[in-house]
T-cell receptor
């Protein structure tokens, strides 16, 4: 089982560039989410989705866009990257409303 | 303000010691509390707790929830070097919102 797949695993951007982090899951999970993890800050929720066509903001949404056109995919877009967005990004999904969250392997993004 | 607070943030123990990690929370419409272990990569699931006073156990790890006092503890007995990791506590609340604490970094030395 592939589970939650994130690409790319590593990316270096220059300030002002745009990019999309891809996330796909093959477990038919309705709930998908994006987190960023910074040293000493834990995991912070960026955006989440409870189903195709439905998205909502987490605690740190500024500078990021998401869309959910299918159950399987939940891409995260950086329209104009800033050094403050240097971080490790995790995509996660779950099938049951109060169930376990399944994580992807993470994407390390560096913005110069 | 932080909704989930973990303590201690960091500790070093010797192999064979017992470790107790604390997670306190303050949220509206609590639904569940989850513990994860994170080594180099993605967090891996340990426990999910929804009811007070019922201990969850897996090998040398155990966890319990107190919904009246709003906290959970994670115990690791007879620690091994492979237990070295960051332990993350997360609380699911409200309309599918999940908040994580900053983590407990545990280092087990031989």
């Amino acid at each position: 089982n592939a589970g939650v797949t994130q690409t790319p695993k590593f990316q270096v951007l220059k300030t002002g560039q745009s990019m999309t982090l891809q996330c796909a899951q093959d477990m038919n999970h309705e709930y998908m989410s994006w987190y960023r993890q910074d040293p000493g800050m834990g995991l912070r929720l960026i955006h989440y989705s409870v189903g195709a066509g439905i998205t909502d903001q987490g605690e740190v949404p500024n500078g990021y866009n998401v869309s959910r056109s299918t159950t399987e995919d939940f891409p995260l877009r950086l329209l104009s990257a800033a050094p403050s967005q240097t971080s490790v990004y995790f995509c996660a999904s779950k099938g049951h409303p109060i169930g376990e969250l399944f994580f992807g392997e993470g994407s390390r993004l560096t913005v110069l | 303000e932080d909704k989930v607070v973990q303590s201690p943030l960091s500790l070093v123990v010797h192999e064979g010691d017992t470790v107790t990690l604390n997670c306190s929370y303050e949220v509206t419409n609590f639904r569940s509390l989850l513990w994860y272990k994170q080594e180099k990569k993605a967090p891996t699931f340990l426990f999910m707790l929804t009811s007070s006073g019922i201990e969850k156990k897996s090998g040398r790890l155990s966890s319990i929830l107190d919904k009246k006092e709003l906290f959970s503890i994670l115990n690791i007995t007879a620690t091994q070097t492979g237990d070295s990791a960051v332990y993350l506590c997360a609380v699911l609340y409200g309309n599918n919102r999940l908040a994580f604490g900053k983590g407990n970094q545990v280092v087990v030395i031989p």
